[in-house]
């Protein structure tokens, strides 16, 4: 089964609000990897996060890696409709990548 | 640079019949991995392969066959297809195998 677990499975957002999706595993993680799939598209990597508490940024995407290098979140603020689409993170696992079942975001203008 | 290219782009089929869904990559990765996505499921893994030679089932591998005879080329086979194959899948590459995965745009099956 899938040992990475993301919640919520979905996030309905009022245009220009923040949001946060959050990602956890079963075991310490030597990376975390976040995608992002467009309705009708295909899943395209975002970024990886490799350290104990480390926060990345992509304009108003932010992401962190857990101290414990177990969870990451990704938070969105002032969402726009360019966001819409289905978030995953990824973990190694036996020399595998390990995705969860994803955050899809739907946004209200 | 085309990436990772996937055909046929959609295909139906009704059940018990055979089909190859076709994956190539020109990056010269080592590792190429089948994925299905079901709604809530997310992606999961159907078979992967860490070099030419070399294949291993991934989470939900019954039903599939794959081969790699190049380190180009991984093609995915439904040996008899099912109506609970129907789903979205993709084929991705990544070097090394917990690296950066590169999807291809998906093919999008139906079965009847």
């Known amino acids: 089964g899938q040992q990475v677990m993301q919640i919520p499975q979905y996030q309905h957002v009022q245009e220009g609000e923040d949001f946060t999706t959050y990602c956890n595993s079963s075991t310490t993680l030597s990376n975390i990897q976040w995608y992002k799939q467009r309705p009708g598209g295909h899943p395209v990597f975002l970024i990886q996060l490799v350290k104990s508490g480390e926060v990345k940024k992509q304009k108003r995407l932010t992401f962190q890696f857990g101290e414990a290098k177990k969870n990451s979140s990704l938070h969105i603020t002032a969402t726009q409709t360019t966001d819409v689409g289905t978030y995953f993170c990824a973990g190694p696992y036996d020399y595998k990548l390990s995705f969860g079942a994803g955050t899809t975001v739907t946004v209200r203008a | 640079n085309a990436g990772v290219t996937q055909t046929p782009k959609f295909q139906v089929l009704k059940t018990g019949q055979s089909m190859t869904l076709q994956c190539a990559q020109d990056m010269n990765h080592e590792y190429m991995s089948w994925y299905r996505q079901d709604p809530g499921m997310g992606l999961r893994l159907i078979h992967y392969s860490v070099g030419a030679g070399i294949t291993d089932q991934g989470e939900v591998p019954n039903g599939y066959n794959v081969s790699r005879s190049t380190t180009e080329d991984f093609p995915l086979r439904l040996l008899s297809a099912a109506p609970s194959q129907t789903s979205v899948y993709f084929c991705?590459?990544?070097?090394?195998?917990?690296?950066?995965?590169?999807f291809g745009a998906g093919t999008r099956l139906s079965v009847l």
């Open positions: 991705a590459s990544s070097y090394p195998g917990q690296g950066i995965q590169y």
